[in-house]
């Protein structure tokens, strides 16, 4: 699956930092990650600061899947709205998901410090805005959730929102938690971390079959090379369902442009990160070089060809689509890219094992939450590893 186009942003801005071999010979190593994205980074890094043996491989070069069109906005805010996912998956999960997240953006912050990472991290408010009135009620009721289980939050009017900039707002929610940064620096900084920790990291290796034999399992490339292990962790997103039996998640298209560098970015830029209930919805944000980068526009995935066929008209809807939401900042389009998310029924990820008997683990932060879900898995990954219970183990179980 393609499950890209060509030329994301991030990829023009930082170019290839490294380059790693490929596999070529027989290797025996208690663990294989599966993936060199960002969630295999964050993965690899836990496993070595629990003294885990561990190489990664990754059928492209590292970084090079979905993780290249992310555009990094990190919410605590799940797809699914705290209101409506309390009677999905009952309070205690909802709740405890929602706050999760959160604690994530500030774990991962403290993991770009202590690597010592130039990814542009940066914490900023969140607002989550409508521009519809009949949207207002939606707002106030998942306002009155968050705000009665201890999340700081801040009701916004319309007033507010026009000192935002965004004249035709109606309400809005502003949380305290969120952030940016460039996930590509960030995952290659965490890579080059864990390979001075030891880590081997094989790319153009793509694994064709994953085979039981007795207490291992045996991977064989497409070239016919094996790879004898214990544990095999599938990092690899939605290319995942290729590998699951298990129907669960949705795939969409979705699109992202970048502005030209503004020559003064706006305070509201400065301070936030903004997401519009619109469907399909919008989100924006802004970059350590003054840029406006925004996505959305979501439509169903049947393959990437068509997917892509739709950029040109995407560019134009989302770039019309943000004159009329910040009608005062004069917004140059520059890049524009497409990629492939999942959305499941309840917005939360799938971690740990499909099958209890086979030492197969799988992160699958599905949905806008994917790289706050990855930071969450590193907590749950090694009682997956070692077969102990673990509450994301049960709330984000396969066949749940």
Not at 67 to 81: C, F, G, K, N, R
Not at 322 to 341: E, R, V
């Amino acid at each position: 699956m393609d499950i890209r186009s060509n030329e994301p942003f991030w990829l023009i801005k930082n170019s290839m930092e490294e380059s790693y071999p490929s596999l070529t010979e027989d290797i025996d190593v208690p663990i294989v990650i599966i993936g060199a994205g960002i969630t295999g980074a964050l993965i690899a890094y836990q496993l070595l600061k629990n003294k885990r043996e561990v190489i990664m491989i990754d059928r492209r070069d590292v970084f090079n899947g979905s993780s290249a069109a992310s555009t990094a906005m990190l919410q605590y805010e799940i797809d699914v709205p705290l209101h409506e996912l309390i009677d999905q998956v009952g309070l205690t999960n909802a709740v405890s998901s929602y706050k999760s997240c959160e604690q994530a953006i500030f774990n991962l912050e403290e993991i770009v410090d202590e690597i010592k990472s130039k990814c542009d991290f940066q914490l900023k408010k969140s607002v989550y805005f409508t521009t519809e009135k009949k949207k207002i009620q939606f707002l106030k009721d998942e306002f009155d959730a968050r705000a009665a289980h201890g999340f700081d939050v801040k009701w916004l009017e319309a007033e507010h929102l026009r000192a935002m900039g965004i004249l035709k707002g109606k309400a809005a929610i502003q949380s305290k938690s969120g952030a940016v940064m460039d996930p590509y620096k960030l995952a290659h900084d965490l890579l080059q971390f864990c390979t001075k920790k030891g880590m081997k990291i094989y790319d153009r290796t793509e694994i064709q079959t994953i085979k039981q034999e007795k207490e291992h399992l045996m991977l064989t490339t497409v070239k016919g090379i094996h790879i004898k292990t214990q544990d095999v962790i599938h990092c690899t997103g939605y290319e995942s369902v290729a590998t699951l039996n298990e129907d669960i998640v949705k795939l969409k298209s979705t699109y992202a442009v970048a502005s030209e560098a503004l020559p003064k970015l706006p305070k509201a830029f400065k301070e936030c990160i903004f997401w519009d209930t619109s469907e399909p919805y919008l989100y924006f944000r802004s970059t350590e070089e003054g840029r406006i980068i925004m996505g959305g526009g979501d439509s169903e995935f049947k393959n990437a060809k068509r997917r892509d066929a739709l950029l040109p008209k995407k560019e134009k809807t989302l770039t019309k689509a943000f004159k009329q939401t910040f009608q005062d900042i004069d917004f140059i389009l520059d890049y524009a890219w497409a990629g492939t998310f999942g959305e499941t029924e309840d917005g939360l990820p799938y971690i740990g094992k499909p099958d209890p008997d086979r030492n197969e683990h799988y992160v699958l932060g599905f949905g806008g939450n994917g790289i706050t879900f990855s930071v969450m898995a590193m907590d749950a990954i090694i009682p997956s590893l070692d077969n102990k219970p673990h509450t994301y183990l049960e709330y984000y179980k396969f066949g749940r």
